[in-house]
């Protein structure tokens, strides 16, 4: 971790809490992408009927289907039972819930051995001077929002990103790649590194791709 002074960033930015001129303080409420878990669950929205469905019981009642070919009839009225649909469905339900536990071990490892490192719940991420950082950050990130130059002051934190790979392992297992996270064992690329920072932000200008190239 490092402490940092009026330093130049970047920040791609998909929301409105950032606005040129303004100076906000970042660390003590919730950002948007853990934030998200609080609100959003993954259930199944019913094509037919457009009723909410509880992704587990698309699980269960699937698996009773293909062993005894007979449909619940209840998940009948509600999904197609197609098994290309099924999967779609349940890989992207995995997917969330999986990065759910993946933050709360970051965040319980962190607590415990890095109480002093930014949190990645509160955090925000953002993007060394660097124009290739910028630019690997920019399409990693599908090319979507503003690029703020920022200056900021506070405490930043760099790792490499190989270490949030989604994993059905163990939590210990989980918990000790998090440990890695947090003793900032970087990869093989650094401009691919996170970064994150609690702390105040000036947000300078607004920048375009095209002032990277």
């Known amino acids: 971790m490092e402490i940092v002074e009026n330093k130049k960033y970047y920040h791609i930015h998909r929301s409105n809490l950032l606005e ?7 660390g003590k409420e919730k950002n ?11 259930n199944y929205k019913s094509a037919i009927t457009g009723e909410n469905i509880n992704s587990y019981i698309i699980a269960d009642k699937m698996a009773e289907f ?7 009839q209840y ?3 509600h999904f197609s039972y ?15 819930y999986l990065k759910f536990s993946r933050e709360q071990l970051f965040e319980e490892v962190r607590q ?10 509160k955090c925000l991420w953002i993007i060394p001077n660097d124009k290739n950082a910028v630019n690997y950050w920019w399409n990693t990130l599908g090319q979507k929002g503003k690029i703020y130059e920022i200056n900021v002051s506070g405490k930043v934190h760099q790792a490499s990103q190989q270490y949030l ?13 998090a440990f890695k996270y947090w003793t900032a064992t970087t990869g093989t690329n650094k401009i691919e590194d996170e970064c994150l920072f609690e702390g105040f932000v000036n947000v300078v200008t607004e920048k375009t791709i095209a002032d990277f190239k």
């Open 20 to 26: 040129v001129g303004k100076t906000i303080f970042i």
């Open 32 to 42: 948007n992408f853990n934030g998200y878990f609080d609100k959003f669950g993954h």
């Open 66 to 72: 293909t062993t005894s070919n007979i449909k619940n």
């Open 75 to 77: 998940l009948e009225k």
């Open 82 to 96: 197609d098994k290309d649909e099924t999967i779609r469905h349940l890989a992207n339900t995995l997917s969330h």
């Open 112 to 121: 415990e051995f890095f109480s002093n490192y930014p949190s990645r719940n």
């Open 165 to 177: 790979d989604l994993s059905t392992n163990s939590f210990d297992c989980i918990r000790e790649q």
